[in-house]
């Protein structure tokens, strides 16, 4: 099966519908959707200091990291997990616990066969592999599992063996579009048939002096705010200087909208259209002087469009990159306001309060795209002061803004602007008071690992919820 055969491609006049069931982040601002989105609500960014590892010698001295996170506060045992497996995985799994329990799967009876998984990461278990390698420089041994936890695979072995996934696993590596893809490839596979669910997760740890260092030498990351560093990533604003790095896990639980109807799933969402492009052109690497040309981002604006079926001004809201980047933020002002015309939709960012960490970050964009769509309000962009005039034409969304959000467009950057993603997200007709959370109760596979069950809290059911809209910004709800 290809991996992004377009809609058209299918053999289906009317393929399988995809919906969002289950949302699972693990993110430097809140662990699980109420403490994640309430924190983007109040416009909480999730920046310190880095101290995850020696930053001495980075000009960047701040990151998004996951303060306090634990494994045994996820799955018993946790403790022996963490001491063999690199921290992408430990968060890819957390992020599974949290999103298959918010869905209210019964994982005893769903077919293994039939439930698929997709991971994006781009850095992998970089960290994991540095370390491996300076052990082996200095004469020393490498771990026994070093040649599996060094894979990027190895977090979708991990969870396929916890959760007795037995269908299509696949491993998504795109750099920073890595989580939107996932969700992409989850849309296609339920499109064409070959999964009635999909577990997506986008994670990743760029916490790494070699990380640093990199993006140091590429001038990607920000510096003038060490000191300051909740006013650090700054999108569109004139006065932004770069990335704030990071880390963490997005997981999303998307199944066929038939089936969950039919088991009375909470509905986050329809993901009604996916579309990448690349640049091609015999284009290269150069941060320096890039190529600002952004026709392949308003093409995977398009085709996301073209791929739901919606035309430009049906959009409600755009989830944008807005990394604060100092060249990419203007590239994607051009394209969007090619594609939607000057002032012609809002646009929000919240890489302000998350930063820019690969695979989690676009996860995260469709996390909160997700919850926009369910909670009928949106998160503002923090630091957004002056609009740079190389951004000219876009609404920054500044404030929470509450309404009946119908549709709403994900876009990512991936580095160097060799590729562009973008996932379109909807409302469907579904009445909230038919689909309402805490009338299922998750129960996991008998096949489940039998070392390492989840902890009691993610074995009960959830706090019912009333599905009213129109949630206040200090209590968004559960």
């Known amino acids: 099966m290809a991996l992004f055969p377009?809609?058209?491609?299918?053999?289906?006049?009317?393929?399988?519908?995809?919906?969002?069931?289950?949302?699972?982040?693990?993110?430097?601002?809140?662990?699980?959707r109420n403490a994640f989105y309430q924190a983007l609500l109040e416009g909480?960014?999730?920046?310190?200091?880095?101290?995850?590892?020696?930053?001495?010698?980075?000009p960047a001295r701040i990151a998004a990291e996951v303060k306090g996170f634990r494994m045994g506060d996820f799955v018993e045992g946790g403790r022996v997990i963490e001491r063999w497996a690199p921290r992408p995985v430990q968060l890819a799994l957390a992020a599974a616990v949290l999103a298959l329990h918010d869905a209210e799967l019964d994982l005893s009876s769903v077919s293994g066969e039939r439930m698929a998984l997709v991971v994006g990461t781009g850095a992998g278990n970089?960290?994991?592999?540095?370390?491996q390698a300076g052990r082996w420089a200095a004469g020393g041994e490498?771990?026994?599992?070093?040649?599996?936890?060094?894979?990027?695979?190895?977090?979708?072995?991990?969870?396929?063996?916890?959760?007795?996934?037995?269908g299509v696993a696949t491993t998504l590596s795109t750099g920073c579009n890595s989580g939107v893809d996932a969700v992409g490839q989850a849309l296609r596979t339920i499109q064409a048939g070959a999964a009635d669910a999909v577990l997506v997760v986008g994670v990743d740890c760029e916490v790494v002096p070699e990380i640093l260092a990199a993006l140091n030498a590429s001038g990607s990351l920000a510096t003038r705010y060490n000191d300051e560093p909740a006013r650090a990533s700054r999108p569109?604003?004139?006065?932004?200087?770069?990335?704030?790095?990071?880390?963490?896990?997005?997981?999303?639980?998307?199944?066929?909208?038939?089936?969950?109807?039919?088991?009375?799933?909470?509905?986050?969402?329809?993901v009604a259209g996916y579309h990448m492009a690349s640049a091609g052109g015999g284009r290269r690497y150069s941060h320096d002087a890039p190529d600002l040309e952004h026709g392949t981002a308003a093409r995977a604006l398009r085709g996301a469009l073209d791929d739901a079926g919606w035309s430009p001004g049906e959009v409600d809201l755009v989830n944008a990159n807005g990394s604060a980047s100092v060249l990419y933020d203007a590239l994607?002002?051009?394209?969007?306001?090619?594609?939607?015309?000057?002032?012609?939709?809002?646009?929000?960012?919240?890489?302000?309060?998350?930063?820019?960490?690969?695979?989690?970050?676009?996860?995260?964009q469709c996390t909160s795209a997700c919850l926009t769509l369910r909670r009928g309000i949106a998160p503002?962009?923090?630091?957004?002061?002056?609009?740079?005039?190389?951004?000219?034409?876009?609404?920054?969304?500044?404030?929470?803004?509450?309404?009946?959000?119908?549709?709403?467009?994900?876009?990512?950057?991936?580095l160097g602007g060799f590729y562009y993603s973008a996932a379109a997200f909807e409302r469907g007709p579904w009445p909230l008071e038919e689909n309402l959370t805490g009338l299922g109760q998750v129960a996991w596979s008998a096949a489940h690992h039998p070392r390492h069950l989840p902890t009691p809290e993610y074995q009960a059911p959830l706090t019912p919820w009333s599905g009213a809209r129109g949630f206040s910004v200090e209590a968004p709800g559960p």
């Open 6 to 32: 377009r809609r058209d491609s299918a053999t289906h006049d009317d393929p399988p519908r995809a919906v969002v069931t289950g949302l699972g982040p693990v993110s430097a601002v809140g662990l699980g």
């Open 44 to 58: 909480r960014p999730g920046f310190g200091p880095i101290t995850l590892c020696d930053a001495s010698r980075s």
């Open 126 to 131: 970089f960290a994991h592999v540095a370390e």
């Open 142 to 166: 490498l771990a026994p599992a070093a040649a599996f936890t060094s894979i990027h695979h190895s977090a979708a072995c991990v969870l396929t063996s916890f959760f007795d996934l037995r």
């Open 236 to 270: 569109w604003d004139a006065a932004r200087d770069g990335n704030v790095i990071g880390e963490g896990a997005g997981a999303l639980v998307i199944e066929r909208e038939d089936a969950a109807r039919a088991r009375g799933a909470r509905l986050y969402a329809r």
């Open 332 to 364: 994607e002002a051009r394209a969007l306001t090619e594609v939607f015309g000057p002032g012609a939709v809002p646009v929000h960012s919240i890489k302000s309060m998350l930063g820019q960490h690969g695979a989690a970050s676009s996860a995260f």
């Open 380 to 414: 503002p962009t923090v630091n957004h002061e002056v609009l740079d005039p190389a951004c000219a034409g876009l609404d920054v969304l500044t404030r929470p803004l509450a309404q009946a959000f119908e549709r709403v467009l994900v876009h990512s950057i991936g």
